[in-house]
Protein backbone atom coordinates (compact mmCIF):
# COMPACT_ATOMS: atom_id res chain seq x y z
CA UNK A 1 0.00 0.00 0.00
CA UNK A 2 1.46 3.30 -0.74
CA UNK A 3 2.54 5.96 2.04
CA UNK A 4 -0.33 8.26 2.52
CA UNK A 5 0.52 12.50 3.41
CA UNK A 6 -0.86 12.57 7.27
CA UNK A 7 -2.53 15.44 6.27
CA UNK A 8 -3.85 14.14 2.83
CA UNK A 9 -4.55 10.47 3.10
CA UNK A 10 -8.43 11.80 3.43
CA UNK A 11 -10.38 11.82 0.48
CA UNK A 12 -12.27 15.12 0.60
CA UNK A 13 -15.20 14.41 -1.98
CA UNK A 14 -15.85 11.70 -4.92
CA UNK A 15 -16.27 7.84 -4.41
CA UNK A 16 -13.12 5.94 -3.03
CA UNK A 17 -12.54 2.53 -3.09
CA UNK A 18 -14.69 1.78 0.37
CA UNK A 19 -17.29 3.79 -1.42
CA UNK A 20 -17.79 1.47 -4.40
CA UNK A 21 -16.96 -1.68 -2.39
CA UNK A 22 -20.09 -1.03 0.24
CA UNK A 23 -21.90 0.37 -2.83
CA UNK A 24 -21.70 -3.14 -4.87
CA UNK A 25 -22.51 -5.00 -1.71
CA UNK A 26 -25.57 -2.70 -1.64
CA UNK A 27 -26.58 -3.23 -5.11
CA UNK A 28 -26.17 -7.29 -4.27
CA UNK A 29 -28.18 -7.40 -1.12
CA UNK A 30 -31.25 -5.73 -3.63
CA UNK A 31 -31.19 -7.46 -6.33
CA UNK A 32 -31.29 -10.64 -3.67
CA UNK A 33 -34.06 -8.85 -1.66
CA UNK A 34 -35.76 -8.23 -5.35
CA UNK A 35 -35.16 -11.72 -6.68
CA UNK A 36 -36.37 -13.57 -3.41
CA UNK A 37 -39.95 -11.33 -3.67
CA UNK A 38 -40.31 -12.00 -7.19
CA UNK A 39 -40.06 -15.65 -6.84
CA UNK A 40 -41.95 -15.40 -3.97
CA UNK A 41 -45.13 -13.45 -6.11
CA UNK A 42 -44.34 -15.59 -9.12
CA UNK A 43 -45.21 -18.90 -6.95
CA UNK A 44 -48.25 -17.39 -5.18
CA UNK A 45 -49.50 -16.65 -8.70
CA UNK A 46 -48.51 -20.05 -9.96
CA UNK A 47 -50.39 -21.53 -7.00
CA UNK A 48 -53.74 -19.33 -7.80
CA UNK A 49 -53.31 -20.22 -11.41
CA UNK A 50 -53.48 -23.88 -10.50
CA UNK A 51 -55.83 -23.65 -7.77
CA UNK A 52 -58.05 -22.09 -10.35
CA UNK A 53 -57.64 -24.46 -13.02
CA UNK A 54 -58.49 -26.83 -10.30
CA UNK A 55 -61.73 -25.48 -9.36
CA UNK A 56 -63.05 -24.83 -12.75
CA UNK A 57 -63.55 -28.08 -13.81
CA UNK A 58 -65.60 -28.30 -10.36
CA UNK A 59 -67.61 -25.18 -10.53
CA UNK A 60 -67.23 -21.98 -12.44
CA UNK A 61 -68.26 -19.50 -9.39
CA UNK A 62 -65.18 -21.19 -7.53
CA UNK A 63 -62.95 -20.77 -10.02
CA UNK A 64 -63.96 -16.56 -10.46
CA UNK A 65 -63.39 -16.45 -6.53
CA UNK A 66 -60.30 -17.63 -6.39
CA UNK A 67 -59.11 -15.80 -8.81
CA UNK A 68 -60.33 -12.64 -7.11
CA UNK A 69 -58.93 -14.30 -3.94
CA UNK A 70 -55.51 -14.38 -5.54
CA UNK A 71 -56.04 -10.78 -6.74
CA UNK A 72 -56.30 -9.51 -3.41
CA UNK A 73 -53.53 -11.72 -2.10
CA UNK A 74 -51.09 -10.72 -4.47
CA UNK A 75 -52.09 -7.06 -4.17
CA UNK A 76 -51.71 -7.60 -0.44
CA UNK A 77 -48.28 -9.09 -0.63
CA UNK A 78 -47.02 -6.09 -3.00
CA UNK A 79 -48.26 -3.36 -0.41
CA UNK A 80 -46.39 -5.57 2.48
CA UNK A 81 -43.54 -5.37 0.41
CA UNK A 82 -43.68 -2.00 -0.39
CA UNK A 83 -43.83 -1.38 3.25
CA UNK A 84 -40.84 -3.63 3.56
CA UNK A 85 -38.93 -1.93 1.05
CA UNK A 86 -39.40 1.37 2.68
CA UNK A 87 -39.02 0.56 6.43
CA UNK A 88 -35.95 -1.97 6.34
CA UNK A 89 -34.42 -1.58 3.01
CA UNK A 90 -33.97 2.57 2.84
CA UNK A 91 -32.42 2.59 6.27
CA UNK A 92 -29.99 -0.07 5.11
CA UNK A 93 -29.02 1.45 2.18
CA UNK A 94 -28.79 4.45 3.71
CA UNK A 95 -26.63 2.42 6.68
CA UNK A 96 -24.26 0.91 3.26
CA UNK A 97 -24.26 4.87 1.99
CA UNK A 98 -22.63 5.64 5.40
CA UNK A 99 -19.94 2.80 5.64
CA UNK A 100 -18.78 3.70 2.29
CA UNK A 101 -17.93 6.83 3.51
CA UNK A 102 -16.20 5.56 6.74
CA UNK A 103 -14.42 3.49 4.60
CA UNK A 104 -12.88 6.18 2.66
CA UNK A 105 -11.69 8.18 6.05
CA UNK A 106 -15.22 10.66 6.00
CA UNK A 107 -15.83 9.57 9.86
CA UNK A 108 -18.34 12.52 10.20
CA UNK A 109 -20.70 10.33 8.39
CA UNK A 110 -23.88 9.20 10.04
CA UNK A 111 -26.54 7.01 9.55
CA UNK A 112 -29.99 8.17 9.11
CA UNK A 113 -32.37 6.97 12.37
CA UNK A 114 -34.39 3.92 11.48
CA UNK A 115 -38.32 3.46 11.88
CA UNK A 116 -37.60 -0.66 12.39
CA UNK A 117 -37.32 -1.83 15.05
CA UNK A 118 -34.96 -4.23 13.91
CA UNK A 119 -32.46 -1.95 12.28
CA UNK A 120 -32.45 0.85 15.07
CA UNK A 121 -29.78 -0.69 17.18
CA UNK A 122 -27.43 -1.49 14.57
CA UNK A 123 -27.56 1.93 13.00
CA UNK A 124 -27.09 3.54 16.79
CA UNK A 125 -24.45 0.75 16.75
CA UNK A 126 -22.97 2.55 13.42
CA UNK A 127 -23.26 5.83 14.34
CA UNK A 128 -21.38 5.35 17.77
CA UNK A 129 -18.72 3.45 15.75
CA UNK A 130 -18.12 6.57 13.36
CA UNK A 131 -18.12 8.53 16.41
CA UNK A 132 -15.27 7.57 18.39
CA UNK A 133 -13.74 7.33 15.40
CA UNK A 134 -14.07 11.09 14.21
CA UNK A 135 -13.16 12.07 18.20
CA UNK A 136 -9.78 9.23 17.61
CA UNK A 137 -9.14 10.95 14.19
CA UNK A 138 -9.38 14.62 16.05
CA UNK A 139 -6.79 13.48 18.32
CA UNK A 140 -4.46 12.39 16.76
CA UNK A 141 -4.02 15.36 14.49
CA UNK A 142 -4.12 17.84 17.47
CA UNK A 143 -1.19 15.59 18.72
CA UNK A 144 1.08 15.42 15.85
CA UNK A 145 0.30 19.32 15.81
CA UNK A 146 0.79 19.76 19.60
CA UNK A 147 4.14 17.67 19.62
CA UNK A 148 5.01 19.87 16.57
CA UNK A 149 4.55 22.74 18.92
CA UNK A 150 6.10 21.15 22.15
CA UNK A 151 9.47 20.26 19.78
CA UNK A 152 9.96 23.67 17.86
CA UNK A 153 11.04 25.27 21.01
CA UNK A 154 14.27 23.09 22.13
CA UNK A 155 14.47 22.55 18.44
CA UNK A 156 15.30 26.34 17.39
CA UNK A 157 17.45 26.33 20.94
CA UNK A 158 19.48 23.98 19.61
CA UNK A 159 19.49 25.13 16.12
CA UNK A 160 20.57 28.62 17.30
CA UNK A 161 23.30 27.63 19.46
CA UNK A 162 24.80 25.49 17.12
CA UNK A 163 24.70 27.96 14.44
CA UNK A 164 26.28 30.47 16.91
CA UNK A 165 28.97 28.28 17.63
CA UNK A 166 29.80 27.72 13.56
CA UNK A 167 29.51 31.36 12.36
CA UNK A 168 32.11 32.12 15.62
CA UNK A 169 29.13 34.02 17.80
CA UNK A 170 30.12 32.09 20.87
CA UNK A 171 32.51 29.34 21.86
CA UNK A 172 32.33 26.36 21.58
CA UNK A 173 33.23 25.59 25.16
CA UNK A 174 31.24 23.47 28.26
CA UNK A 175 28.75 26.29 29.63
CA UNK A 176 26.87 26.16 25.27
CA UNK A 177 27.68 22.84 25.05
CA UNK A 178 25.49 22.27 28.39
CA UNK A 179 22.85 24.65 27.51
CA UNK A 180 22.33 22.02 24.46
CA UNK A 181 22.54 19.44 26.39
CA UNK A 182 19.56 20.53 28.38
CA UNK A 183 17.77 21.16 25.78
CA UNK A 184 18.30 17.69 24.33
CA UNK A 185 17.35 15.87 27.81
CA UNK A 186 14.05 17.96 27.41
CA UNK A 187 13.21 16.57 23.88
CA UNK A 188 14.00 12.90 25.26
CA UNK A 189 11.88 13.01 28.12
CA UNK A 190 9.19 14.20 25.72
CA UNK A 191 9.61 11.25 23.65
CA UNK A 192 9.57 9.00 27.01
CA UNK A 193 6.42 10.84 28.09
CA UNK A 194 4.81 10.35 24.78
CA UNK A 195 5.96 6.19 24.40
CA UNK A 196 4.63 5.74 28.22
CA UNK A 197 1.15 7.80 26.95
CA UNK A 198 0.83 5.47 24.11
CA UNK A 199 1.22 2.37 25.63
CA UNK A 200 -0.91 3.00 28.39
CA UNK A 201 -3.86 4.40 26.06
CA UNK A 202 -3.97 1.12 24.20
CA UNK A 203 -3.60 -1.06 27.09
CA UNK A 204 -0.27 -2.41 26.20
CA UNK A 205 1.91 -0.93 29.12
CA UNK A 206 3.38 -3.86 31.09
CA UNK A 207 3.12 -3.69 34.72
CA UNK A 208 5.02 -5.43 37.37
CA UNK A 209 2.81 -5.16 40.30
CA UNK A 210 4.62 -6.63 43.76
CA UNK A 211 3.49 -6.16 47.27
CA UNK A 212 4.26 -2.13 47.95
CA UNK A 213 4.06 -0.38 50.98
CA UNK A 214 2.77 3.29 50.00
CA UNK A 215 3.46 5.26 52.89
CA UNK A 216 6.65 3.93 52.69
CA UNK A 217 7.01 5.16 48.55
CA UNK A 218 5.19 8.94 49.46
CA UNK A 219 7.96 9.17 51.79
CA UNK A 220 10.59 8.26 49.87
CA UNK A 221 9.46 10.73 47.18
CA UNK A 222 9.17 13.68 50.28
CA UNK A 223 12.40 13.22 51.03
CA UNK A 224 14.02 13.00 47.43
CA UNK A 225 12.37 16.65 46.69
CA UNK A 226 12.71 18.05 50.08
CA UNK A 227 15.98 20.03 49.20
CA UNK A 228 14.26 21.03 45.71
CA UNK A 229 11.01 22.22 48.04
CA UNK A 230 13.44 24.47 50.67
CA UNK A 231 14.81 26.57 48.14
CA UNK A 232 11.45 27.25 46.56
CA UNK A 233 10.33 28.26 50.05
CA UNK A 234 8.25 25.59 50.29
CA UNK A 235 7.69 23.46 53.70
CA UNK A 236 6.88 19.35 52.87
CA UNK A 237 4.69 17.43 55.52
CA UNK A 238 3.98 13.92 55.43
CA UNK A 239 0.83 12.27 57.21
CA UNK A 240 1.15 9.04 56.58
CA UNK A 241 -0.83 5.59 57.83
CA UNK A 242 1.54 3.08 59.35
CA UNK A 243 -0.91 0.70 59.23
CA UNK A 244 -1.75 1.02 55.62
CA UNK A 245 0.01 -2.53 55.08
CA UNK A 246 1.31 -3.42 51.51
CA UNK A 247 -0.33 -3.28 48.47
CA UNK A 248 -0.02 -4.54 45.28
CA UNK A 249 0.69 -2.01 42.49
CA UNK A 250 3.71 -1.63 40.13
CA UNK A 251 5.95 0.51 42.45
CA UNK A 252 7.93 2.31 39.84
CA UNK A 253 4.82 3.68 38.04
CA UNK A 254 3.33 4.47 41.29
CA UNK A 255 6.78 6.37 42.18
CA UNK A 256 5.64 8.56 38.86
CA UNK A 257 2.63 9.13 39.86
CA UNK A 258 3.69 10.41 42.93
CA UNK A 259 6.45 12.24 41.36
CA UNK A 260 4.39 14.00 38.89
CA UNK A 261 2.00 15.03 41.44
CA UNK A 262 4.97 16.25 43.77
CA UNK A 263 6.56 17.96 40.58
CA UNK A 264 2.89 20.09 39.69
CA UNK A 265 2.22 21.02 43.16
CA UNK A 266 5.78 22.85 43.63
CA UNK A 267 5.28 24.40 40.56
CA UNK A 268 2.06 25.93 41.68
CA UNK A 269 4.18 27.54 44.49
CA UNK A 270 6.45 29.72 43.14
CA UNK A 271 5.86 32.07 46.07
CA UNK A 272 6.33 29.40 48.66
CA UNK A 273 3.49 27.77 50.94
CA UNK A 274 3.21 24.09 52.24
CA UNK A 275 2.97 21.13 50.55
CA UNK A 276 1.14 17.90 52.37
CA UNK A 277 1.61 14.28 51.45
CA UNK A 278 -1.11 11.80 52.79
CA UNK A 279 -1.74 8.07 52.80
CA UNK A 280 -4.86 6.54 54.28
CA UNK A 281 -7.50 3.53 54.21
CA UNK A 282 -10.49 3.85 52.56
CA UNK A 283 -13.64 1.53 52.14
CA UNK A 284 -12.37 1.56 48.66
CA UNK A 285 -9.16 1.41 48.71
CA UNK A 286 -5.90 2.83 49.73
CA UNK A 287 -5.41 6.77 49.02
CA UNK A 288 -2.44 9.22 48.37
CA UNK A 289 -3.55 12.81 48.52
CA UNK A 290 -1.04 15.69 47.96
CA UNK A 291 -2.34 19.04 49.22
CA UNK A 292 -0.96 22.21 48.47
CA UNK A 293 -1.67 25.86 49.12
CA UNK A 294 -0.58 26.99 45.65
CA UNK A 295 -1.94 29.06 43.13
CA UNK A 296 -4.87 26.75 42.27
CA UNK A 297 -6.07 26.28 39.29
CA UNK A 298 -9.41 27.98 37.33
CA UNK A 299 -12.67 26.00 36.34
CA UNK A 300 -11.75 26.48 33.07
CA UNK A 301 -8.59 24.57 33.05
CA UNK A 302 -9.44 22.17 35.65
CA UNK A 303 -11.71 20.50 33.18
CA UNK A 304 -8.74 20.01 31.13
CA UNK A 305 -6.20 18.89 33.36
CA UNK A 306 -5.93 15.32 32.34
CA UNK A 307 -5.85 16.49 28.41
CA UNK A 308 -2.79 15.50 26.64
CA UNK A 309 -0.32 19.15 26.25
CA UNK A 310 -2.43 20.70 28.37
CA UNK A 311 -0.53 23.58 30.97
CA UNK A 312 -1.64 26.28 32.97
CA UNK A 313 -0.03 29.10 32.57
CA UNK A 314 2.55 28.81 35.23
CA UNK A 315 3.37 25.49 33.82
CA UNK A 316 6.77 24.51 32.53
CA UNK A 317 6.36 21.53 31.99
CA UNK A 318 5.53 19.59 28.65
CA UNK A 319 1.66 18.80 30.01
CA UNK A 320 1.83 15.50 29.75
CA UNK A 321 2.52 14.51 33.43
CA UNK A 322 -1.45 14.47 34.54
CA UNK A 323 -2.30 12.67 31.66
CA UNK A 324 0.01 10.01 32.01
CA UNK A 325 -0.36 10.42 36.00
CA UNK A 326 -4.16 9.34 34.84
CA UNK A 327 -3.17 6.47 32.52
CA UNK A 328 -1.08 4.88 35.00
CA UNK A 329 -3.80 5.00 37.95
CA UNK A 330 -6.30 3.54 35.54
CA UNK A 331 -3.95 0.95 34.55
CA UNK A 332 -4.18 -0.24 38.29
CA UNK A 333 -7.65 -0.50 38.67
CA UNK A 334 -7.85 2.67 40.70
CA UNK A 335 -8.66 6.65 40.41
CA UNK A 336 -7.46 10.34 40.25
CA UNK A 337 -8.90 13.18 40.82
CA UNK A 338 -8.35 16.82 41.67
CA UNK A 339 -10.29 19.30 43.62
CA UNK A 340 -9.09 23.01 43.33
CA UNK A 341 -9.86 26.89 44.34
CA UNK A 342 -8.42 29.25 42.43
CA UNK A 343 -5.57 31.51 45.04
CA UNK A 344 -6.19 28.67 47.68
CA UNK A 345 -4.78 25.67 46.51
CA UNK A 346 -5.42 22.02 44.99
CA UNK A 347 -5.90 18.68 46.33
CA UNK A 348 -4.84 15.55 43.99
CA UNK A 349 -6.13 12.53 45.23
CA UNK A 350 -5.43 8.91 43.84
CA UNK A 351 -7.14 5.58 45.56
CA UNK A 352 -5.53 2.42 44.43
CA UNK A 353 -7.69 -0.77 45.27
CA UNK A 354 -6.41 -3.29 48.08
CA UNK A 355 -6.94 -6.64 45.74
Known amino acids: MPRRDWESWRPESGWGEGRETWQRFGQRLFFRFAAFMLLAVTGLVALGALLAVLLSSV ?10 LIGLMVASLGVLIGRSVRRTWLPVRDLIRAAGAVAD ?9 ASSAAIQPVVRSFNDMAFRLEQADAQRRQLLADLGHELRTPLTVVRGEIEAMIDGVHDVDIEHLELLLVEVSVMERLLVDLRTLSLAEAGALALHPEPTDLSELVADVADSYRRVARDAGVAIET ?11 DPVRIRE ?3 NLV ?17 ERTAVGAAIEVRDTGTGIGEDDLRLVF ?4 KGPQSSGSGLGLTISHDLVEAHGGTIS ?18
Open 257 to 259: VST
Open 239 to 249: QLDGDLGEVSV
Open 105 to 113: GDYSARAQP
Open 338 to 355: ISSTHGVGTTVRVILPLA
Open 263 to 279: VNALGAMPDGGSLLLVT
Open 59 to 68: DIGAAVGAVV
Open 307 to 310: DRFH
